[in-house]
């Protein structure tokens, strides 16, 4: 069965500077795809960042990148430039091919003026 | 473009009764997945539909039911509700399966 384990509950990280939330994973496909949602106070569910697994190229979007490492199944998430409106839950997903998503436990984001 | 629409936004409940929560994908999105998340057990997937068909399905009892109707729009039904039923009751929709899109605001439902 697949997993998905992120091991840091909390971070912090002070306003303008980058931080990483770390993913690993579990699957024997090879063909899947890795997301990584935000999650503010509000409760709703935003879609960060995907990654596909063919892909070697690291997806990017704006001030969210990734850094995939298929051979060691993990998919760290680097938030560069903090800002106050980055304070949420993150949670990295996989999903090999279907709609069903398999979460982390999700890391919670502070961030600090 | 408006968004996934859920509703009720929040819903209280006493053990025994059942409940409906319904939820409206975003126009043209032919796939719906719904997800149970609690403070416990995290987020959990419940079902996936795409076309009417139920595609996936998680591990949940059989208390729990869903359908898709032809405009896309999906309902979920808990039965003999429990106090472990309590939580916040996503949906997300997409353009097609394996494609996941965006989240609705969520179902938050309390047990009495």
């Known amino acids: 069965a697949q997993t998905v384990t992120q091991s840091q509950p909390e971070m912090s990280v002070q306003e303008a500077e980058t931080v990483t939330l770390s993913c690993t994973y579990d699957?024997?496909?090879?063909?899947?795809?890795l997301f990584w949602y935000k999650q503010p106070p509000s409760r709703q569910m935003i879609l960060v960042i995907r990654?596909?697994?063919?892909?070697?190229q690291n997806a990017t979007e704006n001030r969210f990148s990734v850094n995939f490492q298929k051979a060691a199944k993990s998919f760290s998430l680097k938030i560069s430039d903090s800002q106050l409106g980055d304070a949420a839950m993150y949670f990295c997903?996989?999903?090999?091919?279907?709609?069903?998503?398999?979460f982390g436990t999700g890391t919670r984001l502070q961030v600090f003026p | 473009k408006a968004g996934v629409t859920q509703t009720p936004r929040y819903l209280i409940k006493t053990r025994g009764q059942q409940v409906t929560l319904s939820c409206s994908p975003i126009?043209?999105?032919?796939?719906v997945s719904w997800y149970q998340q609690t403070p416990g057990q995290g987020l959990q997937f419940l079902f996936e539909?795409?076309?009417?068909?139920?595609?996936n399905k998680g591990n949940f009892p059989g208390r729990f039911s869903g359908r898709q109707f032809s405009n896309s729009r999906s309902e979920m039904n808990v039965s003999t509700l429990e106090l472990g039923d309590s939580a916040l009751y996503l949906c997300?929709?997409?353009?097609?399966?394996?494609?996941?899109?965006?989240f609705g605001p969520g179902t938050r439902l309390t047990v009495l």
């Open positions: 997903a996989y999903s090999s091919n279907t709609d069903k998503l398999i």
């Open positions: 539909y795409f076309s009417e068909t139920q595609r």
């Open positions: 990654q596909e697994a063919y892909k070697q």
């Open positions: 997300a929709s997409s353009l097609d399966t394996g494609v996941v899109g965006r």
């Open positions: 699957t024997s496909e090879s063909d899947y795809y």
């Open positions: 126009s043209g999105h032919r796939s």
